[in-house]
């Protein structure tokens, strides 16, 4: 049942800042164990910092400049904008510095940071509750994600135990993570509206292609895509030097 509850439009960028802040704090703790100088360090952490902060500016500027609200095309703007960052992660995840990088995270990391997904399910809820969203797009709808925040937080602890089923674990939360992902991002580009709008219900997802709703497709879901990458790429390189 909807009610006049909204939540302040600056909950999206400050859980963005927070999630920034976070990956940040993890690659720096990360570059430290590795055998490089403290200069290439810097530098690494330097290029990977102005990148994220170009990226997240670009999404900004072109959102108040409406690029995002024209729906007109196929494929949607909005999904546009969360497959511009794919390459660059993968590039990254399979680069030999990237790779380096990735072996020196804890693999609870790259999963307890996925817990950051109950909150964005929350707040695309009350965006519901405020007529801003179709229902489709939340957990009353056909949106499922907020499990892959729920289930980071005991499969995190069970990484942290270090349990003998740890890969099947990481494995098989990661399918399940990138399943659900793809599940909502298909209803909320078939809801948007232009020429390929299935869900015909109203509010259309045009709320997404605005500042600071367009942090959702341009920011967050990249980071939710990325770490599942990630953690699955630590797991195949885990998996190689067990067994060679």
């Not at 991002?185 to 367009?214: C, D, H, K, Q, T």
């Amino acid at each position: 049942m909807k009610s006049n509850f909204s939540t302040p439009g600056f909950l999206w960028p400050l859980l963005s800042l927070l999630c920034l802040i976070v990956i940040l704090y993890g690659l720096n703790k990360a570059l430290k164990t590795t055998s490089w100088s403290k200069p290439k360090n810097q530098r690494i952490f330097f290029v990977i910092a102005a990148a994220i902060s170009l990226w997240t500016g670009l999404l900004i500027f072109l959102s108040y400049k409406g690029v995002f609200s024209d729906f007109s095309k196929l494929p949607p703007r909005p999904a546009l904008a969360l497959l511009v960052p794919l390459p660059f992660v993968l590039l990254f995840a399979f680069s030999k510095k990237g790779s380096q990088i990735i072996q020196a995270v804890p693999p609870q990391w790259l999963v307890f940071m996925q817990s950051f997904r109950i909150i964005v399910e929350l707040l695309i809820w009350f965006a519901f509750l405020a007529d801003k969203l179709p229902i489709q797009m939340t957990l009353e709808g056909r949106n499922f994600d907020i499990l892959t925040g729920v289930l980071a937080l005991p499969v995190g602890y069970l990484l942290v135990k270090r349990k003998p089923y740890s890969r099947n674990l990481i494995l098989a939360f990661n399918i399940v993570g990138i399943l659900l992902l793809l599940n909502i991002l298909l209803v909320a580009v078939l809801s948007m509206p232009g020429p390929g709008r299935y869900f015909m219900n109203e509010p259309s997802n045009r709320l997404v292609a605005e500042f600071p709703f367009i942090l959702l497709p341009g920011l967050l879901v990249p980071i939710a895509y990325s770490f599942h990458i990630f953690s699955l790429r630590q797991l195949f390189i885990k998996n190689q030097a067990t067994d060679s």
